[in-house]
């Protein structure tokens, strides 16, 4: 008998570890979009009361381990099963990769090479990277995203890429930003670029374009030849969008600069537009009740309040819109609504509550630090990342109430996901696992 050689050991070894890793259709999906399990940055009310109000890495306390990372990345941890899963990226863009971690051991079972770029766009941007995209979840598939550089379907089993797509393109000109979503059989990807912007759904299963929609935004700076006058930067936008019922329809709301649109989900139609002023907008919608709440953007962003009917068609700004918060509104960090309350954060750390039927402000404080990451709310209490280490826990109430500040080593740009009771933060240089001991 001929001896095993390397390669068929290590390939032996691989399937074993697969096996060992395999996630059968019932995996439990804890934390299985950027914003969690509803899409809205609320731990599910089972784990919520188990989430630790305090910790501390230099005692251990509550701490249950840390696992270092290589190159950068703001994506989001998704967690299903026994797995966490997030990108990264070299920082000059020429790699990008995929995670797999064990969430009860911190173990790295996979970092997987996805894509290479021989000669990627600059980001022109100093807050963006190559991994800002945050994958999205099934039980039996990972899609990852990486802008204009690639999406692919990965099977959370193997770590196979099963498809991928490398012909959708723009130029970012500041680095990609938007996530993807699922939507049934239909994995939707947004790109608004600065040479075209349109949103698309993907057959989730093969990755064949269903269909493509480009914005019909006047974004009002071409000159008198019909060029750009700040070359681009008015098309930008690090939007991901969210499926609501709505006037019973399914309809995909996404922001893009200029406009707001709503569009059937299943043909792509567009049903209704809602003209802003902003540009670069980053923030999902989120609803409360019979309001869309909705952010135009990191540049004069606004909070928008828009009713929710059956007659949204056509331009709706002047009819639906029903209160405009012009001031003080997060950039990236999208907001959490508690009990008819959105509390957010800016990029400075002006941290607000404002009632979401009416645009009414409650109250305003401020932290310190600059603040990327979206806040998660559990059992009352909202977590809120900065880009030093620190996390400030609040009371989710209309009067602020300060119940912890929480330091790790290094500071977060991507945001806490949760899963059984613990808590996953993504640092610059490491993952964590934090849960009462």
């Not at 070894?13 to 969690?36: E, H, M, R, S, V």
């Not at 840390?66 to 899963?85: A, F, N, Q, R, Y």
């Not at 540009?279 to 709440?293: E, G, M, S």
């Not at 952010?295 to 949204?312: C, F, Q």
């Amino acid at each position: 008998m001929r001896p095993l050689t390397l390669h068929t050991t290590v390939l032996f070894c691989f399937i074993i570890a697969a096996a060992a890793y395999a996630q059968p259709a019932t995996t439990p999906l804890f934390w299985p979009d950027k914003n969690g399990p509803a899409f809205d940055n609320i731990v599910p009310a089972a784990d919520a009361a188990r989430i630790p109000l305090t910790w501390d890495e230099g005692t251990g306390k509550n701490i249950a381990w840390k696992t270092p990372l290589e190159d950068s990345g703001h994506s989001t941890p998704v967690i299903g099963g026994d797995m966490i899963w997030f990108t990264s990226a070299t920082t000059d863009g020429k790699k990008q990769f995929v995670y797999g971690i064990d969430r009860h051991s911190g173990k790295i079972i996979h970092h997987l090479l996805v894509f290479e770029n021989p000669s990627p766009e600059e980001l022109g941007n100093p807050i963006n990277n190559y991994a800002a995209p945050s994958p999205t979840l099934e039980a039996d598939a990972l899609y990852v995203h990486f802008g204009t550089y690639g999406t692919a379907c990965i099977d959370p089993a193997t770590g196979r890429v099963v498809w991928q797509r490398r012909d959708i393109n723009v130029r970012h000109y500041r680095g990609p930003g938007s996530s993807p979503i699922v939507h049934g059989g239909l994995l939707i990807l947004t790109f608004d670029g600065i040479n075209e912007q349109f949103v698309t759904a993907l057959d989730k299963k093969t990755g064949a374009t269903v269909w493509k929609t480009n914005r019909s935004t006047d974004y009002g700076d071409l000159d008198k030849e019909g060029r750009p006058t700040r070359d681009g930067d008015m098309r930008k936008a690090f939007h991901t969008p969210s499926v609501f019922e709505m006037g019973g329809k399914q309809v995909l709301v996404s922001v893009g600069s200029r406009a707001a649109f709503g569009y059937d989900v299943g043909t792509g139609k567009e049903l209704w537009t809602i003209r802003h002023g902003g540009f670069n907008a980053a923030i999902r919608p989120l609803r409360q009740d019979d309001v869309l709440v909705l952010n135009t953007g990191s540049e004069r962003a606004h909070t928008i309040g828009v009713r929710i009917d059956d007659k949204m068609q056509g331009d709706i700004t002047a009819s639906h819109v029903i209160w405009d918060r012009d001031k003080r509104n997060a950039s990236e960090s999208c907001p959490v609504i508690v009990n008819g309350v959105i509390f957010q954060v800016t990029r400075g750390g002006v941290v607000t509550a404002t009632e979401a039927k009416t645009g009414k402000d409650l109250w305003e404080e401020r932290f310190q630090g600059q603040h990327l990451p979206s806040p998660i709310a559990a059992d009352g209490r909202i977590y809120f990342c900065n880009d030093r280490g620190d996390i400030n826990v609040i009371r989710a109430a209309d009067k602020f109430e300060i119940l912890a500040t929480n330091k790790l080593a290094d500071g977060m740009t991507a945001t806490p996901a949760a899963a059984d009771g613990a808590l996953y933060i993504r640092t610059k240089a490491a993952l964590y696992r934090i849960e009462s001991k």
